[in-house]
């Protein structure tokens, strides 16, 4: 069997998802930033008071969107982070996934369940 066969075959909930760090919206830019860096994780999913996905913020938002404005440190989150980012459900297969991560140049795919719930980031 080839890789690409059993890619096609996998599914993303058989993957080991890669952790991630987890923030309310509204959050300050800082806090997270310190949360980042204290969890080390490149990624943080921002979530609503029902805790369902609303944003993503990563480390390239970090370099495009705060670095050279630290004016957003005290801002909120929501001002910086990728808003109703694209997710992934636990029985797509690897393969499927792996196509859109490329296709959209996406380093980070949030994986959720039917209900929404966070299940972990494909990287």
Do not use: Y
Not at 24 to 40: H, I, K, M, N, Y
Not at 66 to 82: R, S
């Amino acid at each position: 069997m080839t890789l690409e066969s059993e890619l096609r075959e996998e599914q993303v909930s058989h993957l080991g998802l890669s952790g991630f760090s987890k923030a309310p919206s509204g959050a300050a830019v800082r806090d997270v930033l310190t949360q980042l860096r204290a969890e080390r994780h490149n990624v943080c999913l921002i979530t609503d008071a029902d805790d369902k996905l609303v944003g993503i913020f990563t480390d390239r938002d970090v370099l495009r969107r705060v670095v050279n404005a630290p004016e957003t440190l005290d801002a909120p989150i929501d001002d910086v982070m990728t808003k109703a980012p694209v997710t992934i459900r636990p029985d797509l297969s690897a393969a499927a996934a792996l196509r859109a991560m490329d296709e959209n140049h996406f380093r980070n795919l949030p994986a959720v369940d039917e209900h929404g719930a966070i299940l972990g980031d494909m990287t």
